[in-house]
């Protein structure tokens, strides 16, 4: 069984750096794309970026474009979220999700329809 184990997250000043967690197990992820996800009070659910886990190739939401930084480590099975120059904007519970694609089409790698399996999340708070 997939399980998806998010941490890092805390409070952190506007400016300041937090990075975030996801460690996988359950199955061998080549081929899989990990995502990251966040979900503010109120708001639906959107997409921060994600990571093809055999190629490397990378996909940013243009919010966090230049300020975040997706990794992975194919040993320790584990995807991280480097956060830099964190805003306000950014507080939310990060979430990251398991799903399989077969083309490079963002709107598809965006949407949280396409991925199957969660992690529990992980609460940021920036204050300003």
């Known amino acids: 069984q997939v399980q998806l184990v998010e941490s890092g997250g805390g409070l952190v000043q506007a400016g300041g750096f937090l990075r975030l967690s996801c460690a996988a197990s359950?199955?061998?992820?080549?081929?899989?794309?990990m995502g990251w996800f966040r979900q503010a009070p109120g708001k639906e659910r959107e997409f921060v970026s994600a990571i093809r886990w055999t190629s490397g190739i990378t996909y940013y939401a243009d919010s966090v474009k230049g300020r975040f930084a997706i990794s992975r480590d194919n040993v320790k099975n584990t995807v991280y979220l480097q956060m830099n120059s964190l805003k306000s904007e950014d507080t939310a519970v990060y979430y990251c999700?398991?799903?399989?694609?077969?083309?490079?089409?963002?709107?598809?790698?965006?949407?949280?329809?396409?991925?199957?399996?969660w992690g529990q999340g992980t609460q940021v708070t920036v204050s300003s």
């Open positions: 359950g199955r061998a992820f080549t081929g899989y794309t």
């Open positions: 999700a398991l799903g399989v694609f077969s083309s490079n089409i963002i709107a598809l790698i965006a949407s949280p329809l396409n991925y199957g399996y």
